[in-house]
């Protein structure tokens, strides 16, 4: 297995996976990723942002999952109650590699690179009926908080997690 940056020809393997994986918890519905305007163009989008998103590949390139980060709040406000804060987003796998680790890479990655963009903390948005992300989330040492952070847009999520990494 191995990370690299999205690029557009991942648009549509990775989008598959975001929409499958959220259907198959019952969250294809408003108020998650599953509706996100830009989930089909996703390397476009990061590529507009101070973030990244990653895929992870199995050793004959095909995508198995994904995850980005961006800002919270517009990302050049110093003064904001945000500034610093990384919002780590749309992390799936695939259902058949769950159990391969790939999450804990992706978060791995991200929080290297994040790091290397200057953000000091890592926040993040689950459901409560995704309980094996969660425990990832966990064991990575993410803490929970009571609520969300700045403007959130996927209003179903209803567990929400920070992470110091720097």
Do not use: W
Not at 4 to 21: F, G, H, L, P, V
Not at 119 to 128: D, V
């Amino acid at each position: 297995m191995y990370i690299r940056n999205i690029e557009q020809r991942d648009d549509a393997a990775i989008k598959t996976i975001i929409r499958q994986s959220l259907a198959e918890f019952g969250l294809d519905v408003p108020g998650t990723a599953y509706f996100d305007p830009q989930l089909g163009n996703l390397s476009a989008f990061y590529a507009g942002v101070q973030g990244a998103y990653f895929v992870a590949c199995d050793d004959s390139g095909h995508v198995i999952g994904g995850a980005g980060y961006a800002p919270i709040g517009d990302g050049q406000d110093t003064s904001d109650n945000y500034h610093g804060i990384a919002e780590l987003q749309k992390l799936y796998v695939s259902e058949e590699s769950r159990g391969s680790g790939a999450s804990y890479r992706l978060i791995e990655h991200i929080e290297h690179s994040a790091q290397q963009h200057g953000f000091t903390t890592l926040y993040l948005e689950t459901h409560h009926a995704l309980e094996a992300a969660m425990h990832v989330y966990e064991r990575l040492g993410f803490q929970p908080i009571d609520g969300p952070l700045g403007d959130a847009q996927h209003t179903t999520m209803d567990r929400f997690y920070t992470k110091v990494i720097a």
